[in-house]
């Protein structure tokens, strides 16, 4: 049975090819052809080809009303049934909907209602009456097969929902639900015609002011030419100012490429290092180089030319660890304190360039002693570090003075004891005592006056020399 419906359904595509306008508002439609039921098995009946007919009106576009009548004969499926025929029906009303799914094919969903009115011998024989009837609910979905012509091959499958059994004295009885499949030549006549467009670049004679534009060319609202775009990025040549943009660069309306997301110059579609640092310098690619190999790009680098190995910071400068201000790679003294002078390499210096002694200010004592004031251990420890640096062979005179208040012995012998204190802490703190000599010279060599309380501060003192 299947196959045959198959053989004719294909029949009937092949007849639907006669040229005419698409389904429209206004539109009826008549239709015959075959269907197949599939009864429920409550029935006891076989499933049999049969025929018939349907007629439809399209309320607009896509909504229509339609109702179809379909004939079948049957018999009781039991075994060696061999009497007469049983007959069937059923006559559907339904709402129905449209969807075009492409220039030649069109899905359609339908709503409605079935009566099957049931006869035949058969039926009498095996329920007992001639006539009979059941209704319910239905409901379609189908396809029609020939875009906007006239004669189209529609394909539907169906499906009811009994709640009015034919029979009520058998299992028949029970609601069921009935399927099954048709196909149907449908003729279309009536509507709105659509209106001609003789060049068919969708812009239809009445309105197109260019109608001779040849087949595929893509045209305005009023049907004309439009102008051309090389390069196919969206903007016609006769706007575009980058007429040669690469196939896939995003542009703006001037037709140049835009879009920089790391902001180097360089656009996102020719950018082959698109996260590149802001203020990196980058290449014509869009990637940023090192011309000192350090690992910080060029244009973040403020010192660009660090020799090759050298350890440096974010910011592309070499290390300075002690912080000093001679970096690592020169520093022949990397752990020098902070705050101590130091030379070209980095090491502490004691005197300031061109003089061979300095006054330790800062170093006082307890008043008339020679205890140092627990201030001038801090000034002493950056003097022991710094001659510690300088060469082996260098000799350092500690020099301690006084004012002229009180006897020459005491103050000879005060400034001596002074000298002293201050040259063993330098030795507790590192110094070779080989490097140190400790002499007093009281108040011999004043450098203020002593009539002021201010000239006698300054003349109390310890000087460190070198000597000779």
Known sequence: MIRKLLVLTTAMALAATMPAHAQSKGQFQIGVG????????????????????????????????????????????????????????????????NAPMGKALTAIFGLGAVYNAWGGDSLKSYYGTTTDNDAGPGALVGLRIGGARALTLRVDWTGDYIINPFNETSAANDSRFDMGVDAMLS????????????????????????????????????????????????????????????????????????????????????????NTPLGATVDATGCPGDQDADGVYNGLDKCPDTPAGTKVTANGCPVDSDGDGVPDYLDKCPNTPAGMQVNATGCPVLFEAGKTQMVLSGVTFATNSATLDPASTAILDRVANAAQYNPSGAHYE???????????????????????????????????????????????????????????????????????
Do not use: W
Not at 239 to 265: I, R, W
Not at 423 to 445: D, E, Q, R
């Open 187 to 274: 003729l279309a006549f009536g509507g709105h015609k659509a209106p001609k467009d003789s060049d068919k670049d969708g812009v239809v004679d009445s309105s197109d002011l260019c109608p001779g534009t040849p087949v595929g060319t893509p045209v305005d609202a009023n049907g004309c030419a439009l102008p051309k775009d090389s390069d196919g990025d969206g903007v016609t040549n006769d706007k575009d100012k980058c007429p040669n943009t690469p196939a896939g660069t995003k542009v703006d309306a001037t037709g140049c490429p835009f879009g920089d997301a790391d902001k180097d110059g360089v656009t996102d579609n020719m950018d082959k290092c698109p």
């Open 398 to 468: 500690v020099a301690g003075y006084t004012d002229n208040t009180g006897s020459l012995a005491h103050n000879n012998k005060l400034s001596q004891q002074r000298a002293e204190a201050v040259m063993n802490y330098l030795i507790s703190k590192g110094v070779p005592a080989s490097m140190l000599t400790a002499k007093g010279y009281g108040p011999k060599f004043p450098i203020d006056t002593n009539k002021t309380a201010e000239g006698r501060a300054n003349n109390r003192r310890v000087v460190l020399k070198q000597l000779p």
């Open 34 to 97: 075959a269907g197949l039921p599939f009864y429920a098995d409550t029935l006891g009946l076989n499933d049999k080809v049969g025929f018939g007919g349907r007629l439809g009106y399209m309320f607009s576009d896509k909504i229509g009303l339609e109702g179809d009548i379909f004939y079948y004969t049957t018999q009781p499926s039991a075994a060696g049934y061999t009497g007469p025929d049983m007959t069937e029906m059923p006559i559907h009303g339904r709402l129905t909907y």
